[in-house]
């Protein structure tokens, strides 16, 4: 309850900062869309969902062989919806616990995930630079002031992709933690707690290994995700086509999406609300305009955010209910074996 009025009035504070003195511009952009822009919004935002989807699915196949693809789309759904409602770290809670279900130890589970969101962020990474490279010292003709920022934003990813990678990989960080647990306390009750969490790092880092013995799957996660960052970078065409806006080219409006991205996931923020924000209204202001920029992440955020948030919520609350009750059936009928 309370981080869901946190997120409430942050976001009411974004939109007053940002949209008050070009809110009647803004109605007219978004009027102009109708509702068949909205059905095509929701569209765009469900295609991203589903290219997540098999990229989860390729991840999750090597642990678990049988996981389907419904699965990786409710596990999808959940990430959705956690990470806005529990400001973020919930979306990683939720999905653990969706994967324990399916059979996966917390730290295996843990492990995966983590790989997932690592490739993740190099996508975000390969495609703003080679977009970054395709468009040239034109991108950011508009605002030179902000390239320091955008390198900035680059170094820092990079930083995280690295040390990402370090925790899951990296053998004396998983020595150094079992060094750690070693010196828990040697009560009865710390012992049970020592061993279960002794258990977890080595599935977390034996789900690495795995995931290491299958390189195609791995490429093949990377491939998609990269297809799922190009298709967000497109999204803002869309969303400026049907503003009718031509002012900007597709090759420059999607570099300009990718340079959002690279600077957003370089910020800390509360359920990803606030850097996207200000990236958006930094790059594509000098471009269009602030009401322009302001109706375009308005739109933008729709298909991305609001409309995975709202159908998330829904999902989410089917697939947590249908794993349980299989895993209650699944005892009942041991027990009836018995």
Known sequence: MLSALLWILILAGLFYLVFHRNYRQILVNLSDVGWKGLCVLVVAGLVYEILESA????????????????????????????????????????????????????????????????????SVLVCAAVLFLWQGPDLLRESQNLMQYVFLGFLICTTIVLALLLVCTWDKLRKLMQFLLEHLPRTEKWQCRKEKLMLNVDAMYHAAYALKQQPMNVWAAFALHSLKLLWMDFIPVLCLRMMGVSTLTIGKTMGLAALCLVLSGACPNVAGIGPTELAFLMLYGPCVGQAQAASLLILFRCATYFFPFLIGAGVSRYALKRVNRENANGIQIQKTDM
């Open 55 to 122: 990229a989860n699915q390729m991840l999750l196949r090597v642990r678990v062989p049988g996981f389907t693809f419904r699965q990786s789309a409710e596990l999808t759904a959940l990430n959705a919806f956690g990470r806005t409602s529990i400001l973020g770290m919930g979306a990683f809670a939720l999905q653990g616990y969706y994967l324990n279900q399916c059979g996966m130890l917390p730290g295996d589970s843990a492990g995966t995930v983590l790989i997932s969101y690592n490739l993740h962020k190099a």
